[in-house]
């Protein structure tokens, strides 16, 4: 318990930290002591651009590296993320084709949800379905899926942008780069909704999830209902992904870098895990994009082009690691 509280508290006040100081980040310079002041300049910028992009990079960092640990657990693979199980890929595929075909303009979020998310869970039973053998689950056979479930949903992104419209083809270019922006609170309501709900379902079950990283045999042999955890795994997991991918675009290692790096520190009790992930997770990707925003300032760097130059040496690392072990 005394852990659990330690851990805890620390995440809390990291992810406090990240949402105190990240709006004060940017590259315009600002009197604070106008931001209560309606109608000011300050007030406009505080209020309508940065807190709401800091809020929706706490959610979505959240729920990426939720989702990094679920897979992990579920596929006991420490490389078995959003990414590289092509969910992420299937999230973008349906919004890709929601904006070429104008169901998400305007401001419209629904189709793009609906889409996104439809993806997301379309492309993770097709990865599950083709790598699973009776009652096993081979989870290099998983990844394998994935990668190449990937490059398909990749090819045929490119298709769709090559035949939209113009508007629309730069529409797709800007939102496949993978970033956070300023929206509207409704919006971060909508997304709310749809994160906190599950990832509350995640944490409440996390016991579920220590049995599974262990082996399905294992967690049968504790009576627990395999087949119905792993239904509600991948449930949650669609719903974690595609509705972060449907309004950031995909934000890649995000689900890898997080989990690692607590899993390290804190070991792999997913009653401490999930929670500090997504806090942790959340303040991550605030702070890469504070870094983004300001760096090249005026001009401002996608926050999945940081999280893939931090990504891409990490995911190499942890190859090697696991190569050294297994030699």
Known sequence: MKRFVVVMG???AVTAMALVLCPLVGPTAMDWRQVGVAGSMEHQIFWLARLPRVLLALLAG????MAGVLFQAMMRDALATPDT?????GASLGAVLAISLGWADAGRMGGLWVASLSGAGAVLLLVVALASAGRRLSSFTLLLAGITINSMCVALMLFLQSVTTLGRSL???RWLMGGVDAVEYR???FLALLILP???VLIWRAGDWNLLAVGQEWARAKGLDTGARLRLGYAAGSVLAGAVTAITGPIGFAGLIVPHALRMLIGPDHRLLLPASFLLGGAFLAVCDAIG???FAPAELPVGVITALLGGPFFLWVL???ATIKG
């Open 187 to 189: 919006t971060l309501g």
């Open 320 to 322: 090697a690691s696991r």
């Open 171 to 173: 529409a797709i270019t």
């Open 293 to 295: 925003r300001t760096v």
């Open 85 to 89: 199980l092509g969910v992420s890929s």
């Open 62 to 65: 959240g729920a990426l590296a």
């Open 10 to 12: 620390v995440s809390l």
């Open 198 to 200: 599950a990832a509350a």
